[in-house]
T-cell receptor, first 115, second 112 residues
Framework: AQSVTQLDSQVPVFEEAPVELRCNYSSSVSVYLFWYVQYPNQGLQLLLKYLSGSTLVESINGFEAEFNKSQTSFHLRKPSVHISDTAEYFCAVSDRENQGGKLIFGQGTELSVKP | SAVISQKPSRDICQRGTSLTIQCQVDSQVTMMFWYRQQPGQSLTLIATANQGSEATYESGFVIDKFPISRPNLTFSTLTVSNMSPEDSSIYLC?????????FGPGTRLTVL
């Protein structure tokens, strides 16, 4: 079984500041790792994912996440945030053996970017 | 990627009634999933729906409360039965493709 822990429920930051949203997971099998974003009153969108290869993955809007197997972490970072990044961010894992299989989500981190 | 639509987008229902939520995908997919997002909470998997077989429910969810149909490879329904205010949530369907899942826009349900 897998579990995901997002260590911060809320992260308030000022515009143009750097941010890190932390995610740790637990699993007895190899996993895929994902970050999803949910903007206010909108659906869930895939932000980035780690499947294999380079442990550093990037999104098109400047976010990046690094898979750290020894620390079982997949923290999300952005060097300079915008007001428009205000949203709920969810870390999730799925079992590698069951491609396209069910996702286990963390509790979510509310990122609030202030001017 | 897959384009997923859900109907209705939102509804307000009375206690004790049932609501059926539809999920339509623009391509054939083997695995479909139904999630629930309670107010201020994360997403919890209700069940996995594969075409041609019974849905597989997660712990805490039962078929009598959340019956699911999967008549073909592009469509599924989730019924929320005998609703109570505790069922007020966003219900999302998703489809699994290798290494990722795509989510529908969700159905926002309020039970009075």
């Amino acid at each position: 079984a897998q579990s995901v822990t997002q260590l911060d429920s809320q992260v308030p930051v000022f515009e143009e500041a750097p941010v890190e949203l932390r995610c740790n997971y637990s699993s007895s099998v190899s996993v895929y790792l994902f970050w999803y974003v949910q903007y206010p009153n909108q659906g869930l969108q895939l932000l980035l994912k780690y499947l294999s290869g380079s442990t550093l993955v990037e999104s098109i809007n400047g976010f990046e996440a690094e898979f750290n197997k020894s620390q079982t972490s997949f923290h999300l970072r952005k060097p300079s945030v915008h007001i428009s990044d205000t949203a709920e961010y969810f870390c999730a894992v799925s079992d590698r053996e069951n491609q396209g299989g069910k996702l286990i989500f963390g509790q979510g981190t509310e990122l609030s970017v202030k001017p | 990627s897959a384009v997923i639509s859900q109907k209705p987008s939102r509804d307000i229902c009375q206690r004790g009634t049932s609501l059926t939520i539809q999920c339509q995908v623009d391509s054939q997919v083997t695995m479909m999933f139904w999630y629930r997002q309670q107010p201020g909470q994360s997403l919890t998997l209700i069940a996995t729906a594969n075409q041609g077989s019974e849905a597989t429910y997660e712990s805490g969810f039962v078929i009598d409360k959340f019956p699911i149909s999967r008549p073909n490879l592009t469509f599924s329904t989730l019924t929320v039965s005998n609703m109570s205010p505790e069922d007020s949530s966003i219900y999302l369907c998703s489809v699994g493709q290798p290494g990722t899942q795509y989510f529908g826009p969700g159905t926002r349900l309020t039970v009075l």
